[in-house]
T-cell receptor, first 115, second 115 residues
């Protein structure tokens, strides 16, 4: 079975500092990997995804993630944090099921930005 | 309306009540999903429908009863719930991408409180 582990349920950085949110996955097949963001009182919004090809993936709002097969990791980074980045972030691995997709999520990391 | 909408946004119900959650997607997708998000657990997939046919039931108790009358609408009927069922219930829909995976779009969720 596939699984995702997000290291650190809470991460706090200063505005302008590097953001690094960690995600490790377990999958018996080549994985499809996703990062979602959830702002307060909202649903999940897709930040970026890795399917095949280039291992460095760029997403919205200046975020990017690098797929490292040898480390089974898909860490999310942003060079310079902004106050509006404060939210909860979820890493997920995808499993294809009949005509649809099963996402297995990590427990989430709450990102706080200090002024 | 665009994207995925959910009604109501908030619901308080007693353990003996019967209520329904509604989800509608305006994206032309073929698959729809119900997720449960509670404070102490990762996002849990509950049900998956593909072209109105249920393709996944993640061992969800029978007090939750899904209904998918067409590809655009999804309901979750609730009866005799328990306080531990209090959570945010998220609906999503997905489309197949040429990259070989799917992309899920989430609604804003219904915050359910069982008293």
């Amino acid at each position: 079975a596939q699984s995702v582990t997000q290291l650190g349920s809470h991460v706090s950085v200063s505005e302008g500092a590097l953001v690094l949110l960690r995600c490790n996955y377990s999958s018996s097949v080549p994985p499809y990997l996703f990062w979602y963001v959830q702002y307060p009182n909202q649903g999940l919004q897709l930040l970026l995804k890795y399917t095949t090809g280039a291992t460095l993936v760029k997403g919205i709002n200046g975020f990017e993630a690098e797929f490292k097969k040898s480390e089974t990791s898909f860490h999310l980074t942003k060079p310079s944090a902004h106050m509006s980045d404060a939210a909860e972030y979820f890493c997920a691995v995808s499993e294809r099921i009949q005509g649809a997709q099963k996402l297995v999520f990590g427990q989430g990391t709450r990102l706080t930005i200090n002024p | 309306e665009t994207g995925v909408t959910q009604t109501p946004r908030h619901l308080v119900m007693g353990m003996t009540n019967k209520k329904s959650l509604k989800c509608e997607q305006h994206l032309g997708h073929n698959a729809m999903y119900w997720y449960k998000q509670s404070a102490k657990k990762p996002l849990e997939l509950m049900f998956v429908y593909n072209f109105k046919e249920q393709t996944e039931n993640n061992s969800v108790p029978s007090r939750f009863s899904p209904e998918c009358p067409n590809s655009s609408h999804l309901f979750l009927h609730l009866h005799t719930l328990q306080p531990e069922d209090s959570a945010l219930y998220l609906c999503a829909s997905s489309q197949y991408l040429t990259s070989g995976t799917y992309e899920q779009y989430f609604g804003p969720g219904t915050r359910l409180t069982v008293t």
